[in-house]
């Protein structure tokens, strides 16, 4: 998981405890403003608590004795502040630190260590709003993804047919997601528009983000406005252009969609070889998406980019009727 992702998260949850603490603060003084006896009572308590401390290092004769006393003149002035409230409906715990989290008090961890629930919760939101791909949180993933719509006759000279194909591609993808980090694998998503590239990208991002692994998800064109926006526009460079800049490199998982869409000039094809060779020598997985086939991607890209694309790269082709039209 990202390194970034969780010193948001922790920064957010350092939020809430100063703001539990200063709401609790509010309530006291509101409480005090109303009540003041009850501020005496608690001053009262404060002081014979500090004295009976204080007993037992002086340890005087009748220590026993006095102890009692103390405790009583405590456990009196309690039940004074107890009828107070109850008087007033005032509930016992008014003036306590009220957290969200009652099982981490807002710390995102366990006493034992391990991550809360509300932590874990918080991990996958933030994987899921860094990736891009909130939109598709429940609709597009491998439970919802049917088959049945791909086309079981032969398509042109293809030796399976859409369907057989679509089996080949469900795999390869599932398992990519379920060996993410033992394998090399990157993936190549080809072919027309319109025959599930997105929808298979969104189903492996899905699989993967609830296993915390971090993913982003760009088009070619909004990936090449982040780079740009970070080099040529630093001084007015966006907090949240900069975050996604690095998650650029530093995602688990990057999802490059619709590659070929953009504006291909030097830059961007340098930027792009950039991209996908630190990726590669950092052992990052990468997806590109696009709805160019083999030959044109070999046109429009330099040497250097198809050869590590072709190297590296699990080549999916997505071929039949363009299912946008079917229902
Ligand atoms: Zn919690």
Known sequence: MNKQILENIMTEYNKKRLRAAHDADLRKQKLYGQFPNLEEIEM??????????????????NLNEQV??????????????????????????????????N???????????????????????NLYTMSNMV?????ENFNTFDISI????????????PRQNMYYILEISEDFC??????????????????????????????????????????????????????????????????????????????????????????TNA?????????LITNKKTIISTNLSLEQLRDTYSDRITSRVFNSFVPLKFYGKDLRYKN
């Open 135 to 139: 939109h598709m949180l429940d609709k």
């Open 271 to 279: 930027e792009l070889f950039n991209i996908i060779n630190e990726r």
């Open 150 to 161: 791909f086309s079981n006759e032969m398509y042109k000279n293809e030796k399976l047919t």
């Open 68 to 101: 009692l006393n103390f405790k009583n003149e405590i456990e009196e002035l309690k039940n004074k502040r107890k009828n107070i409230y109850e008087k007033n409906n005032i509930p016992a715990n008014y003036l306590e630190m009220q957290y969200e989290c």
């Open 103 to 125: 099982k981490c008090n807002d710390t995102g961890y366990l006493p034992d260590g391990k991550k809360c629930s509300c932590l874990n919760r918080q991990i996958i939101n």
């Open 178 to 267: 379920s060996n993410f980090y033992d394998t090399n694998m990157n993936l190549l998503l080809y072919g027309s528009a319109g025959l599930g590239k997105t929808f298979m990208c969104n189903c492996i991002a899905n699989a993967l983000i609830s296993k915390e692994i971090s993913v982003l998800y760009q088009t070619a064109f909004s990936l090449f406005e982040i780079i740009e926006n970070h080099k040529f526009n630093k001084q007015n460079e966006s907090d949240e252009n900069r975050i996604n800049y690095n998650m650029i490199f530093e995602c688990d998982l990057l999802i490059i969609d619709d590659l070929g869409t953009e504006v291909s000039n030097s830059f």
């Open 44 to 61: 009262q308590i404060k002081l014979l608590s500090i004295k009976l401390s204080k007993l037992f290092l002086t340890k005087p004769d």
